[in-house]
C-alpha cells in the first residue's frame, strides 16, 4: 500500500505521468487521458483489493489500452493513459462501451463494488512540455531508479500564460542549468477537463531525501530564484502541492 504522509493534491500526473517514472520520450510532447479517482479514506484498503481484481480482470478478457497508476497522499488514485491525439479520447470511449457490453456481467460486480468505495471519478487531458521541463545533463536520479514524485500544481490567471511560459519559466531554467541543479522537473500542461489554464511540475525523487533536495536546490539557486517564484505567484490563482507512487501493482498492459 502507498505511504501516508503529509500533502495536499497530487496529479497524476501528475502530473499523469509516465510509465517507468518519467515521460517515454523526455524530449517529445506526449498527450495523456487522466482518470482520477478520489477513494473514501475509510475505503482505501479495500479500494487498492478491488483494483487489484480489475487489473486481473482486463487481462483476461484483453482490455486493449495500458495505464499507469499513481497513489496519492491524499486518497486519490490516477490512472494514466498515453493517446495520440484527441480523437484518440472517443475511440477510447467507443472501445469502452464495447468491451462493457461484451463483458458487462462480470465487470458489474467490481463497479458496484467501486460506486461504494469512491466519492467520484473524473477524466481529464494533460500533455507533457518538454520545452518546459527542467531536464539536467546530470539528473540526480536516472528514470526508472525511483517511483517517488513531488508535485506542483500554478493555476494561472487567465491571459498569463505567454508571459509565464516565455519568461518565468525559460528564465528558472536557464538559472538552473547555469547553477549545475541536478533535479529534474516534468511539466504537464493542463487540458480538457482541467482548471484552465494550469500547469503541473512533478519531480522524481524519494520520500527521505526529497526535503533535503529541495532545500540544496533553493540555496544553490539563490535570491534570483527566489524573485522569480514571488513573480511566478503573482501571476498565480491559487497552488497546489503533493506526493505520489507509481504503482505497478494497480497498472495494466493489454497481453500480447
Not at 506526449?30 to 482486463?58: G, N, T
Not at 528558472?172 to 487540458?191: E, N, Q, R
Not at 502541492?241 to 501493482?249: K, R
Request: charged content about 25%; overall charge neutral; proline content about 5%.
Amino acid at each position: 500500500m502507498k505511504a501516508k504522509v503529509m500533502g495536499l493534491l497530487v496529479l497524476a500526473v501528475l502530473l499523469g505521468l509516465c510509465v517507468g517514472q518519467a515521460p517515454a520520450q523526455e524530449k517529445k510532447s506526449q498527450m495523456y487521458l487522466v482518470e482520477e479517482v478520489l477513494v473514501k479514506p475509510s475505503a482505501d484498503a479495500a479500494f487498492y483489493e478491488l483494483e487489484k481484481e480489475a487489473v486481473a480482470l482486463c487481462q483476461k478478457q484483453k482490455w486493449p489500452y495500458a495505464w499507469t497508476c499513481y497513489a496519492a497522499d491524499d486518497y486519490r488514485y490516477y490512472f494514466v493513459m498515453p493517446i495520440g491525439n484527441l480523437a484518440e479520447v472517443d475511440s477510447y470511449y467507443k472501445a469502452a462501451a464495447e468491451f462493457f457490453a461484451k463483458n458487462g456481467a462480470e465487470f458489474k460486480p467490481l463497479l458496484d463494488k467501486f460506486a461504494e468505495l469512491a466519492e467520484y471519478d473524473r477524466y481529464f487531458i494533460l500533455t507533457y512540455n518538454p520545452e518546459l521541463s527542467m531536464i539536467p545533463e546530470k539528473p540526480r536520479y536516472k528514470r526508472g531508479e525511483t517511483d517517488f514524485f513531488s508535485i506542483d500544481i500554478w493555476y494561472i490567471k487567465p491571459g498569463k500564460e505567454m508571459e509565464v511560459e516565455k519568461t518565468l519559466f525559460s528564465e528558472f531554467m536557464a538559472l538552473a542549468k547555469k547553477k549545475g541543479v541536478k533535479d529534474t522537473w516534468y511539466c504537464l500542461v493542463g487540458g480538457l477537463g482541467t482548471e484552465q489554464p494550469v500547469y503541473y511540475m512533478a519531480g522524481p525523487d524519494t520520500l527521505v531525501e526529497f526535503f533535503k533536495h529541495n532545500a540544496e536546490m533553493w540555496k544553490l539557486l539563490g535570491k534570483d530564484a527566489g524573485d522569480m517564484q514571488k513573480k511566478m505567484l503573482s501571476f498565480c490563482r491559487k497552488r497546489e502541492s503533493a506526493m505520489a507512487w507509481y504503482t505497478p501493482e494497480l497498472s495494466y498492459t493489454p497481453p500480447k
